[in-house]
Each structure stands twice: as C-alpha cells, then as structure tokens.
C-alpha cells in the first residue's frame, strides 16, 4: 500500500515535463500563426487569373503598379473569399470543439442539432418555395437580396427552437435528440421543396448546399466579421465552463453550477458562430467537426484554456488550404469548397487517426 | 479511532426526521425511506450502509443540495459541502493540475486560470491523497484508484468542511478500497472534516470508520464507534437480503 500523508516534497524538476509540453505548444501556436499568414497571401495568388505573387504582395500594401484590373480582383473578390475563408474556419472549428464538449461525443458538428437544417430551410423557401408558388419573378426588393437574409432567419427559428426545447429538457441526451429531429423535419421540408421545384431554383439550391467563399463583398465581410467576433469571445468566455463539462453535470452542479445555463451560454456562441457562418457561405461541412480532433492530436491537451486557441488557429489554416485547393492552381475552375473539404481533407484525418499510439 | 464523543463541538451535520422519496404526481409520492434522525461532527469519518435502493444516494443528494427531501429538515451548511459523485468522466490529454484546477472555479479568473496561492493548495491537496507529482499526468491514463483519488483532491481543492462521497470504493480492488478509507480516515482526523461516503464494503468500513448511519429494513442506526450496529448489519446483509 503506498499511500501516504508524508510530507515529502516534490522536487521541482519534476515540474520538467509540463515545461517542454508547453514550450512545444508555444512553437505550435506561432507555426499555426505563421502559416495562417502564408495560406492567406496564397489563397490571395491563387483564382483564375494570373497574378505574380510579387503583384499581388505589392498590392496589398498598396504600392502596387497602378493596375486597376489586378486592384479590382483583389480586392473585390480574393481579399474577402480569403478573409470569409479565414472567419469560417475559426467560426466552424470553434463551435465544433464546443459541441464536441458539450455532447461528450467526438462526432458532434456545428451542425448537429440543426442549425444548418435551419439555413437550408430558409434558403430552399427563398430559392425554390417562390417558384413552387408560381413567383417567378421576384418582387423588385428581393431582386437584389442574396441567400444570406433566409439562411439567417432559417438558422434564427432554428436555433431560438433549440434554446427553447434547451430550457425545457433535463439533459443533453434529450437535446441532441430533439436537435438531430428537428435537423430532419428540416431536411424533410426541403426534400419536399426540392420535389415541386423548378429546374433553375433547385440548381441554385444545390449550388448554395455546395458552399461558397465567393458570394461576399468586403462590406459583408466586415459584417461577419463582426458577428464571428462576438461568438469567438464568448466561446471563449465558456472556457471555464468547458473544463467542468469534462468532468460531467454532477460535477457542475456539485461546484455550485447550473448545467442549464452553461448550456445556454455554449449554445448561443455556437448559433452565433454557425447561423453567420452559414448564412455568408452555405453549410460547410467536415472543418467544424475534424479541425477540433487534429488541434488534440497536436497539442495533446484537452484543457480548452489552450485547446480552444489551437482549434481556432488549426481552423484558419484547413480552412484557407482547402479555400487555396479549391482554387485549382493553374487551371481556369473552381471546384466547390466542400468537395475539397471531404475528397482532401477525410482521408487525411483518417491516417492521423490510424497512425495514433494507442 | 477516535473514540470520545465530542460533547463540547456542535455537530456538522443534523438530520431531523427525514424522508426521502420523490414525487410522482400532484398527490403521489413514493417514500423511500422515513425516520432518518442522526448527526455527525467535524473530524468524523462517517460510513452509510444499506442495502440498493434504500436511499443512500438520495440522502447524500440532499445532504449536497442536489436534492430535497420529502419532509423533515436537515442542518448543514450546504455551500461548504464538496461532493464526489460515484462516476467521474474521463478525459483524454487532460491533466491532473487542469482538473483540479476547475475545482477552483469561483476564484480563477473568466478563462479559468489560477493564481500561485491556488496552485499550492492543489499541491498539497495532491500530496494529501498522496499523489505528490502527479500533476501533469493524463486523467485518463491513471489507474481506477489514482483517479478517484483525484477526485477527492478536487474535494480538498474546493475547501469544503464536508465531504461527501457516492460509492467511492465501488470500482476498486481490495487493496485500494482500504487505501481509499483509510485516507479518509487520515483526512477527517487530521483536518477536522465531516466525511460522509456510501458504501458496501462492510469491512473496510467497520475498521476505519468513526460513526456508521446504517439504513436497515427496519429504520435508520446512527452509531459511534464500537457501538457499531454489528448485529443490525448481520441482520440486513445476512438475512433480509436472501429472505
């Protein structure tokens, strides 16, 4: 039997191996920060036409030759696709890790109690509902609207149902089964949609169903931009909370806490996160659960005070790879952003899963 | 053990009259146990028996203010009461010091980090459990026994007066089901703690514990020290159970 009430003291030495953990973790974040810089300038060279890379860093600091076309794509259509690709990744992998947490189950998306259901939903009524009916002109105001006010209210309705079921139901079990059933009267609805539909409405539909980084200007981009922060502040504000969701709600409740309301508090940072992110881009699928699994693998470390930074920062950089992938470097096509997500990014994470030490 | 009564200190914890069970309906309960009347002071490692589905956890619930009673009243100062629930979760990559460090939650800062003062004590509530250099160990890599170990340095960390414990030694082997109540035991003495912790090791609990609250089939035993209901136990583990 070996246990004592010795007062023998540790030497401090010991405290050895949490020194390098944290030095490597150190090195990890600035690499992570490092290549964040270099995806984005390539994600910024790489579209269909050809701009040096010399040009297009010349440009961004604006000394650039003076030549409008080069100015224009840049900074009308890469500037925000780079930086939409850039807020989606953190936004996705934030929310991802933080229903990963929440759920205690490693296959929990941003997605997985619907929210993206609910953007589908909005957008299927706005795209294919109006022709259905026989609307086959739109409205004059609606003309210049795009996808992103009914992804947005889609996503609203949803996310308001599930934090009205989350105040009602006892435990996360019941809320990830209401969440997962609502996803299906979702896409049960939209099924139906996609039925009665004509040709062109449900080709827009699949097209905005497939993701895209390139439906924002840098104005809508300032706008999202704005709402990604306010959901990455307060996830972090959930930080604390996190780590007692590791340790179980009887635990949260023995240290005076109420698993309701940090429930609550989680949910709404993901809404916020996911509801934006989708309504900009589409519902993009794979980052939001896999980044969280790979910032694991690589600072071994489940505290979120330092896991929810490297998510964010491993969420950058896939993000911005697969947006740079998507690109099709050298070639006049663009392929959508989360088909590159599944055929690149599955198998990768299928091999570091493999190849873990077990 | 400690064997004089305390006459002087005024208990910890009083139990008056009460009855456990939960509601069903607007005018049904089901009772799960009634006339519990007992008490325990600081400095006592106190040992609930009884058979499954008397209520021992139930009781402990209460005692934590995770649950109610039915009736009667309790007299404990519930905001100094640290629980251990019987089934902690693991967590892969997630260390000791990080655990214990959510035990300090209501005095870390809005991410959760701890001051200098907070880690000492996590150091010493480590090297009370004796665990001295297991701070940077992965929670999911200890054994059974270190882990609920663990636990209870949560319970230290939080510094609570009380500890209440569901089953701490359900999962373990022999051997640790010994070191864990004798640990118990050092921690209660040493500090002045009320321990309270359920269990079905009779032995282990018989040889450690200063006071045993017996849930029997026919009523609720407080008993301290030798004045162990021995004859009680026999009956209900012995008997009753296979009758």
Redesign the interface.
Known sequence: MTHSNTNFKLPRNQNERPGRRRHAQGLLYGFLGLAIVGLFVLDLYSGTASISLKEVLVTLVGKGSGNALFENILFQFRLPRALTALLAGAALSLCGLQMQTLFRNPLADPYILGISSGSGLGVGVFLMGLSAWGLHSLPSWLTGATTILPAWAGAFLFTALILWASSRLKDNLSLLIFGVMLGSVGSAVISLLQYVSQAEALKNYVLWSMGSFSGTDLSQVGILAGLTLVGIVLSFSNTKNLNVLHLGEQYAISLGLSPKKMRRRILLAVAILAGSTTAFCGPIGFVGIAVPHIARILFRDADHRRLLPATLLTGCCVMLLADCIAQLPGSSGIIPINTVCALLGIPVILMIILKQPE | MNLQTPSTVSPSIVLNDLCLGFRLGRNQEKILFEQINGKAYPGELVALIGANGRGKSTLLRCL?G?GAPLRGSLSLDQ?DV????S???R?????V???L???C??R?D????IGTAEEEKI?QAL????L??F??RDTAELSDGEFQRVTLAAALV?GSSIIVLDEPTAFLDI?NK??IT??LK?LAH?QQKTIVFSTHDLQPALKSCDRIWLMGYDGFYDKRGPEAPLDKLFQDFSISTFF
């Open positions: 934590c995770l905001n640290a629980y251990v629930p089934h902690t979760p967590t892969r990559h997630f260390a010091v990080d655990l460090a959510t035990a939650y209501h870390s809005w991410l959760g980090n150091r090297e009370q459990v004796g001295s250099g701070e940077y939080k051997a010994m070191v004798e640990l050092n040493q």
